[in-house]
């Protein structure tokens, strides 16, 4: 809750609540005769839950209108799904997004690439940045369609049990255009095993922050009252033979999810890609080339205190929710932004200000889209605007250098073999 209050930040695009018209803002006032003053979150999204078709009345408080606004819904199944962002960043470079790994991902890629149509696809950007990962099985499926049909994609050992391979099955299914996969420090698990497949086998650039690290396999044994142990009993490896897991041995739990940092590289596990390019393990997958986008003192301050967020409803009290996709924050927007900070106490000087100005104007559209045109096309605008999306495409010719460099140990693997 925002001050006591409970905010919608942005309903899903297609969600009962998105075609009722409620907008990211609205305070939610009541649920069905009861009021939500008080309430947490979770209290008041229990309220509006139900059965598939049955009616739930919310009463909603908008900026710039004197009277609550009453919409009646009717409960809907909303889908949430793991591929929600792909398109083109420009003729020929395509954009993936995949924020996890559940039982659908691998369709719901197949079916971004046949939206998009691979057979045009000169490049490609795949996002993986705060991906936590999931399901095993779809994580080796994504990568195992980059890849040739039976190269390993990770393998799991343990102390008394076999190592363990997972190959790709359904290999050669994309074309063989030049692939930089985006990571971060939040990338972990499932995703971890995609990136570190793809770069061991040089398919593709890898390109961000170091990974979370975790590949741990863990099996959970029955005990009493329904309780049970999570044991950990192997490991994963990528194909070069790098572990996956960081160390969790020197620090406290907190430290370990929340306050790492990034040591030297570990030269105790050094391994080599397909065509002998050193890659280093035991600390997540470390990027081909290192980016870390950092904000500003200012920046920081716009962005904690939710202050596009909370400006955005008052700017669109009274004023029309249609934008063009060309539309741009004018002067006038500019200066009514500067005073909504100085009237609502954020800490900034009159010189950062000004040395943001664009940063702003583009926050500004961002969050604009959200209520205008609705959450995937304010996330396609994000994407367009990110500095780690922009570099990654000026570093697809290093992808391409990869698949040039897999042609010429090819030829040079047949110059070597015996003829018959």
Same mark, same amino acid.
């Not at 070069?240 to 306050?259: K, P, V």
């Given at each position: ?49 139900? !059965? ?109 049990? !076999? ?223 990110? !500095? ?33």
């Amino acid at each position: 809750p925002k001050d006591n209050r409970i905010v919608v930040v942005a309903p899903f695009t297609g969600s009962p609540a998105y075609k009722a018209g409620i907008r990211p803002g609205d305070v939610i006032l009541e649920v069905d005769g009861k009021r939500t003053e008080g309430m947490s979150s979770k209290e008041v999204a229990d309220l509006l839950k139900g !059965p598939k078709g049955t009616p739930v009345t919310v009463v909603i408080g908008r900026e710039g209108v004197d009277k609550p606004l009453t919409f009646q819904l009717i409960r809907g199944e909303i889908p949430r799904y793991s591929v929600q962002t792909a398109f083109w960043l420009k003729p020929g470079i395509a954009y993936i997004d995949i924020e996890m790994f559940n039982e659908n991902t691998s369709e719901e890629l197949e079916a971004a690439f046949r939206k998009l149509g691979e057979q045009n696809i000169r490049g490609l950007v795949l996002d993986l940045r705060s991906n936590p990962g999931g399901l095993l099985s779809e994580g080796v499926a994504v990568a195992g369609r980059f890849l040739k049909k039976g190269q390993v994609v990770v393998s799991s050992r343990g102390r008394t049990s !076999p190592e363990r391979p997972y190959v790709a099955t359904n290999g050669g299914a994309a074309g063989n255009y030049p692939i930089v996969v985006l990571v971060d420090r939040y990338s972990a698990s499932a995703a971890e095993i995609v990136a570190g497949a793809l770069q061991d086998h040089d398919r593709a650039w890898v390109f961000g922050d170091n990974t979370f690290g975790k590949g741990l396999v863990q099996t959970v044994f029955p005990l009493s009252e329904g309780t049970g142990l999570a044991l950990t009993t192997a490991k994963y490896y990528t194909p070069s033979g790098r572990l996956i897991q960081r160390d969790y041995t020197s620090g406290s739990f907190y430290e370990y999810y929340y306050n790492r940092k990034e040591g030297p590289k570990n030269t105790l596990d050094v391994k080599m890609t397909d065509a002998g390019r050193p890659v280093y393990g035991g600390n997540g997958i470390q990027p081909d080339e290192k980016f870390t986008l950092k904000y500003n003192r200012f920046q920081v301050e716009l962005l904690r205190k939710g202050a596009f967020r909370d400006y955005i409803p008052k700017y669109f009290a009274g004023r029309d929710l249609k934008l063009g996709r060309d539309w741009n924050p004018d002067q006038e927007m500019l200066n009514d932004f500067h005073q909504f900070l100085l009237k609502n106490n954020y800490s900034f000087t009159e010189a950062e200000f000004a040395e943001n100005n664009d940063w702003v104007r583009q926050q500004l559209k961002r969050e604009a889209l959200v209520t205008s045109a609705g959450l995937d096309e304010s996330l396609k605008y994000a994407v367009e605007i990110d !500095p780690a999306v922009q570099k990654a495409v000026e570093s697809l010719p290093k992808a391409q250098a990869l698949l040039e460099l897999q042609k010429k140990q090819l030829v040079q693997a047949g110059k070597r073999s015996p003829r018959d």
